[in-house]
Structure formats: C-alpha cells, structure tokens
C-alpha cells in the first residue's frame, strides 16, 4: 500500500487549504485512516482520524471545528479541509492507514503502520 498527499502549500492566517490523500493497494485492508502533523522542533501529533468503513470520524481539540475530514470510498482517497488557519497550524502533514487500531489507538501515531510522505502547509500571521 502506498499513500501520497497533496495540497499543502504556503498561506495567510484566516485562509483554507484542503489536503488529499490517495491510497493505493490493498485499502480495503484498512481500519482507520488519518492525518498528523509535525512542526519543526516538535513530535507529530494527531490531527484527525475516520474509520474507514464506517465513516466515524475524530479530531483533535486543537482543530474541532475549523478541520473536516472526509473520504471518497471509490477514489480510495481522505481529504482535510482546513478553515481558519493560524500559525501554529504550521506543520508538515501526513496521512497514514492502519490496519490493526483499535479504537483506543486511534490518536497514537504508533498504531498506523502506512504512512504518506507528507505535505508542507506554512501559514503566515
């Protein structure tokens, strides 16, 4: 399996950019797919995270509110829209599937054994 994001780029604090993520391979494999993020200096952290086959989706506090994640079954693909953006929103961003998380793994990034090469979103203030 193989997952490649996109979208990141460079913007002003208020604006919105929208992540894509598209796997390929065995997906149907999957239970969870999700989004973390890293800043420099700092750990990766979890952002969002949508059960693959039942559409359950989790945010992290940080995000609630001003992200939406989703996906497209038939284009094996997840999406985060991000609205609002502030600084501290800067980070690389990567998606990764799991296999085998159960539900209280689901924000640990250890849990998601594929992981995408991430895509940098830089937000000026």
């Known amino acids: 399996v193989q997952l490649q994001a996109s979208g990141g780029g460079l913007v002003q604090a208020g604006a919105s950019l929208r992540l894509s993520c598209t796997a390929s391979?065995?997906?149907?494999?999957?239970?969870?797919m999700g989004w973390f993020r890293q800043a420099p200096g700092a750990e990766r952290e979890f952002v969002a995270t949508i059960r693959w086959n039942g559409g359950n989706i989790y945010y992290a506090d940080s995000v609630k509110g001003r992200f939406t994640m989703s996906r497209d079954k038939n284009k094996n693909t997840i999406y985060l829209q991000m609205n609002s953006l502030q600084s501290e929103d800067t980070a690389v961003y990567y998606c990764?599937?799991?296999?085998?998380?159960?539900?209280?793994?689901?924000?640990?990034?250890?849990?998601?054994?594929?992981w995408g090469q991430g895509t940098l979103v830089t937000v000026s203030s």
């Open positions: 391979g065995l997906t149907s494999s999957f239970r969870v």
């Open positions: 990764a599937g799991s296999t085998g998380a159960i539900l209280s793994e689901w924000r640990q990034s250890r849990a998601y054994n594929y």
